[in-house]
């Protein structure tokens, strides 16, 4: 048997290729509705409530959820799961902090991007090229991530090799990202978030008849190893707890769920958005949290043969307990989460290049369309090769692309938008700061020079060091009650 | 409390990344509880007040900090041992993770949505806004320029 599953048999194929054909389909319409910037950035504000909700959800859930997840938790139990647990509180602060700061700064200034927003808010293009420089290493972080799971899921689908497969998919994803930009982005992210949320309610159910129930299911894994079914897994207590802290509170520093807030067409329609997007993050949780530890039950009681790559954990199952129908709908729901979170950082990193860049140096480029549409490529092929060279479990691939943005985007953004107290030049220290923290910690990690102590995750110190840093230096600056630098209308946005 | 929200926050960030150095993970909940709920207040304050969401603070907050000591509790019991019992499919501790730890926040989004027309955006805080409206602004040089 092959060491990677593949199932492409004629209802998978059938299945994965009518999503794709979709997807394909969504693209092309939206180019012909995209004709400005505004339009291909931020689909020119003109979507509803359920849209946001779902696109904002399924942007944060991707690859790394639905691959990565799996394999994290079919080698380490419970672990994994501070992470996709944290997104309950995550979504609440995301919106609690940032819905209606951004979606009000989108009505006072023609913000397309966040450091569209750190500008206004710092009046410093300082700050805004900072920014900036952040997003794109963490885009280039993070499409890394999708770019593995793109291949996984592709060599099941099609039976290639792993570059093969990641190609396709990024050939795919290029296209209609580069046509139709945000707004084939956010469409193809509601339908994919639907996908998403029936293949993991069908799959956690189909996972509690095949392992005989959550009881029995927790206790071949426990008979493994106690600990796995423990509270905090089989990794050290410390990465369980600052994971939580990274991914609840740096949910609203994930610039590709935050730049979502801008695209409502009214401010009202952000009302559930924060229980929608919650729950249905839950229900894709009960996927996360299934599928690995079924997966891991079935090899310790000897009915699988342990996986020699745990990101196969999903692939497996699915190749080899689940009904080809269910498996079709998880794979292109896999391909779903892959594709709208790629679509989000492939619209971030072109803004960046094309736009925040230049105009931090007081450059406008000319056709921002067609030249963000050429960047979106230059950023495929360097993510793949990014990838590619870090050869890291996809999902502590995407925890470091999480900890790069949460670390920048945090302070400066997040808390920044909520406290008039925060200066420009505190933006610009923390995130080189978090930006400097977050790759050398990881970097030293990575070469056995300097490790966090007691399995801290980098991201969440680089993170905590970056508030520290702009806490710091703004009380430092301002003392209570004093506010820095505010245009008037920035400072109404504040105050609202 | 909101006065002095940076320095809060500050300080129980310094405090979780001391914890991590010393190892005191049974103290750090404590401090990313603190954390998490000034960083609450931040977001929620209307003219440094809190309004309705006083009481949603106090629940979540109370409630993080009896289930994650809950959660400690039934831990240190039986560290690396195997489970004598399963609540609803889970060893105990691991339960009060899923069942309680995981679902708890659902509340804030209920709450948002119920407050939101109250508190959260209301309508004079639009009017206020449309003086600022930079696409009016466009409009009026467009025309004036006309």
């Known amino acids: 048997m092959s060491e990677v599953p593949i199932l492409n048999t004629p209802i998978t194929l059938s299945i994965a290729i009518l999503y794709l ?97 750190v500008a206004a808010r710092y009046r410093s293009d300082g700050a805004r090229f900072w920014m900036a420089v952040a997003l794109l290493f963490g885009v280039l972080g993070y499409l890394g991530t999708q770019v593995q799971a793109m291949g996984v899921v592709m060599q099941t689908i099609f039976g290639v090799d792993l570059v093969t497969g990641a190609l396709i998919g990024l050939a795919i994803l290029a296209v209609y990202t580069i046509m139709g930009g945000i707004l084939a982005g956010v469409y193809t992210d509601f339908f994919q978030g639907v996908i998403m949320v029936f293949a993991s309610v069908a799959i956690f159910l189909w996972c509690l008849h095949v392992g005989g129930g959550m009881t029995n299911i927790s206790q071949h894994v426990a008979a493994a190893d106690p600990k796995l079914m423990g509270p905090f897994g089989g990794m050290p207590i410390f990465a369980a707890l600052t994971w939580y802290f990274l991914f609840a509170v740096g949910n609203a520093g994930q610039p590709h769920m935050a730049t979502k807030l801008y695209m409502s067409k009214d401010i009202n329609q952000l009302k559930w958005g924060a229980f929608i997007s919650a729950g249905a993050y839950a229900l894709c949780s ?14 310790e009681t000897g009915a699988h043969a342990p996986l020699k790559n745990p990101d196969l954990a999903a692939t497996t199952f699915l190749m080899e307990y689940t009904p080809e129908v269910l498996a079709g709908l998880v794979l292109a729901g896999l391909m779903a989460a892959i594709m709208s979170t790629g679509n989000s950082f492939l619209n971030l990193g ?58 920048a985007v945090v302070p400066v953004v997040v808390i920044g938008l909520n406290w008039k107290r925060g200066t420009a030049t505190a933006a610009i220290a923390a995130t080189i700061v978090g930006l400097v923290a977050n790759f050398a910690l990881e970097i030293m990690a990575k070469y056995n020079v300097y490790k966090v102590p007691h399995g801290a995750i980098v991201g969440a110190v680089a993170t905590m060091l970056a508030i520290a840093v702009y806490l710091a230096v703004s009380i430092i600056q301002k003392k209570p009650g004093e506010e820095s630098d505010l245009d008037p209308d920035i400072k109404e946005v504040l105050e609202a | 409390m909101l006065k002095y929200s940076g320095e809060l926050l500050l300080v129980a960030t310094l405090a979780m990344l001391l914890c991590v150095w010393l190892n005191w993970w049974v103290v750090f909940p404590l401090f990313m509880i603190l954390f998490i709920v000034v960083y609450l207040a931040m977001g929620a304050e209307r003219k440094g007040k809190l309004g309705p969401v006083t009481s949603i603070l106090w629940v979540v907050g109370t409630g993080y900090v009896i289930l994650f000591y809950l959660l400690i509790a039934l831990y240190k019991a039986n560290p690396a041992g195997m489970p004598k019992t399963y609540i609803l499919g889970f060893p105990p501790a691991t339960a009060v993770l899923i069942y309680g730890i995981w679902l708890l926040p659902l509340l804030l989004g209920i709450t948002y949505a119920l407050i939101f027309d109250k508190w959260i955006i209301r309508k004079e805080d639009l009017e206020r806004l449309q003086v600022h409206s930079w696409r009016k602004k466009e409009k009026e040089s467009i025309s004036i320029k006309g």
């Open chain 1, 21 to 117: 054909l979709i997807c394909l389909g969504i693209g092309v319409w939206s180019y012909t509705r995209t004709k400005t910037a505004a339009d291909y950035f931020i689909t020119g504000q003109t979507i509803g409530l359920w849209i946001v909700a779902i696109a904002a959800f399924s942007a944060i859930m991707s690859g790394f959820g639905f691959v990565g997840g799996p394999g994290l938790t079919y080698k380490f139990g419970t672990s994994s799961l501070w992470i996709t647990f944290a997104q309950t509180i995550g979504f609440a602060l995301s919106w609690f902090l940032l819905a209606k700061r951004m979606r009000l700064m989108a009505e006072v200034r023609n913000v397309l991007s966040l450091p569209d927003a």
């Open chain 1, 286 to 299: 009960l996927l996360w949290m299934s599928l690995g530890l079924t997966m891991r039950a079935l090899t």
């Open chain 1, 350 to 407: 072109a803004a960046a290049i094309v736009r925040d860049i230049p105009q931090a140096f007081g450059k406008k480029i000319q056709n921002e369309v067609f030249w963000a549409r050429l960047a979106t490529l230059g950023l495929v092929v360097v993510s793949t090769i990014f990838a590619l060279y870090m050869k890291t479990l996809v999902a502590l691939l995407g925890v470091f692309g999480w900890g790069t943005f949460a670390a």
